[in-house]
């Protein structure tokens, strides 16, 4: 089983609002990772989760927060958003070594009005 | 700074035909290399992978190259089909402790009937 989910599926909340986004992956995979996509560009880096523990932080502001509760599961917390960061939200996941293969989930769409 | 960048943006292909897209890469230390398909409103799907010890890859009618001497990656796609239409990224891994993945621009692969 190679597959990674992620909820809800679109989301859309307002600039004071709070809200989470949700990754799962049951494949027993160490390392999690959250991604930001804006159309027609290459997913950038945001997060790296590895063994539980935060290991990249890629200069994200603040008003994003993520969290590894378990190994199966990976969260990203929203608070205070602004419109340009509406984007497609993506969750990976690999083994843990630097050369394994990274696994998507299909992503939130994500409208900040 | 380090890059992955590809030389044609959008690639029309008859279907049947062969496809050839390209990437070049600027990280002589990169030991990983995948490329990924993303069809719209959909997260990255792994296609095939390879390592810096090898040349070539082949998989069910995808075919990675590898030129580490002119830092080059291509993926070709035999009897191109209409399902094969999507957006294609390459990614390079340089290692480290986290598999952290630097993307190319992405090319978009039109299939004509």
């Known amino acids: 089983d190679t597959e990674v989910t992620q909820t809800p599926k679109h989301l859309v909340m307002g600039m004071t609002n709070k809200k989470s986004l949700k990754c799962e992956q049951h494949?027993?995979?160490?390392?999690m990772y959250w991604y930001k996509q804006k159309a027609k560009k290459p997913p950038e880096l945001m997060f790296v989760?590895?063994?539980?523990?935060?290991?990249i932080n890629e200069s994200v502001p603040s008003r994003f927060s993520p969290e590894c509760p378990n190994s199966s599961l990976l969260n990203l917390h929203l608070h205070a958003l602004q419109p340009e960061d509406s984007a497609l939200y993506l969750c990976?996941?690999?083994?843990?070594?630097?050369?394994?293969?990274?696994?998507f989930g299909p992503g939130t769409r994500l409208t900040v009005l | 700074g380090e890059s992955v960048g590809l030389h044609l943006p959008t690639l029309s292909v008859q279907e049947g035909d062969n496809s050839i897209i390209n990437c070049a890469y600027s990280n002589s230390a990169s030991d990983y290399f995948i490329w990924y398909k993303q069809e719209s409103g959909k997260g990255p799907q792994f296609i095939i992978d390879i390592r810096s010890n090898m040349d070539k890859r082949q998989g069910q009618r995808v075919t990675v190259l590898l030129n580490k001497t002119v830092k080059h990656l291509s993926l070709q796609i035999a009897a191109t089909q209409p399902g094969d239409s999507a957006v294609y990224f390459c990614a390079e891994n340089a290692g480290g402790t986290a598999s952290k993945l630097t993307f190319g621009t992405g090319t978009r692969l039109q299939v004509t009937l």
């Open positions: 494949m027993g995979h160490r390392a």
């Open positions: 990976a996941t690999t083994w843990a070594g630097s050369t394994d293969t990274q696994y």
């Open positions: 989760y590895s063994y539980e523990k935060l290991s």
